[in-house]
Nanobody
């Protein structure tokens, strides 16, 4: 199985940018579909973006389209989420997740087999 560790979260002003990283170990990340989720305390975890490793398909939630970009670096065995034009409502714990079926790209958390522990993103002035 694969282990995932997120990093790159922090405090940023509205309109600013952050790049989240998800480093994988124990397996090759390209063998998995990858997704980013976020969660605010007391609310449901919601899908942010996903990336299929077999065909490069990407998908984004409506609330991040045009602002966030998911990507991967196979040489570093990592996946990234570039977040631009951040808004206060983007404040959440962000998680990366992996699905052992590499052709998939879905927004449902139940589809994913492995999870990181999350990294906090706070957007505030």
């Amino acid at each position: 199985q694969v282990q995932l560790v997120e990093s790159g979260g922090g405090l940023v002003q509205p309109g600013g940018s952050l790049r989240l990283s998800c480093a994988a170990s124990g397996s090759t990340l390209s063998r998995y579909s990858i997704a980013w989720f976020r969660q605010v305390p007391g609310k449901e975890r919601e899908g942010v973006s996903c990336l299929s490793s077999t065909n490069g398909r990407t998908a984004y939630a409506d609330f991040v389209k045009g602002r966030f970009t998911i990507s991967r670096d196979n040489a570093k065995n990592a996946v990234y989420l570039q977040m631009n034009s951040l808004k206060p409502e983007d404040t959440a714990v962000y998680y990366c997740a992996a699905d052992r079926e590499p052709w998939k790209c879905g927004s449902g958390s139940v589809d994913y087999d492995y999870w990181g522990l999350g990294t906090q993103v706070t957007v505030s002035s």
